[in-house]
């Protein structure tokens, strides 16, 4: 269900239609995850284009060189290296052979950031999985209340 659906459940009366219980956990899933979820995939994003623009730009010059090869965004991003010839890797290992990389790369402001980054992106994964499970969960109390409504009125 989506949130637009949620909504014309509501302004429609037929929410009333569902038990007190799946109510209360639709209306918390709509009217407050969904929510953060919004604003939790706007805070990743923008915490993204930071870590990658200011901490690990090479992580933007490979996929754009993989990309210029004629890959997809997500087949770039999937890439192997094994996949790739010896010139394009000599290529990126190049890269890191300018002064001012090496600086980035072996800074502690480095190690820090990408630490940081995957705490963020461990807390974000568990938060999807708990975001999935309560979907889930109301999906199931639908179902239910579907069939119990068929059953009743054959």
Known sequence: MTDATFKSLISSNRIDLFSDNLH??????????????????????????????????????????????????????????????????????????????????SSEKFLIHTSSFKNRIYKYDNQIAIFTNKRNVIAKEINENIQMAENENP
């Open 24 to 105: 209360s956990l639709m209306n918390d899933y709509y009217e407050s995850i969904q929510k953060r979820i919004t604003d939790n995939n706007h805070m990743v994003d923008n915490t993204s284009i930071k870590y990658y623009q200011d901490y690990h730009p090479f992580s933007i010059y490979y996929a754009n060189a993989i990309i210029d090869l004629g890959f997809s965004e997500f087949k770039a991003r999937e890439t192997e290296i094994d996949a790739l010839d010896d010139e394009l890797i000599n290529h990126f290992k190049r890269y890191f052979y300018k002064a001012e990389i090496k600086k980035i790369y």
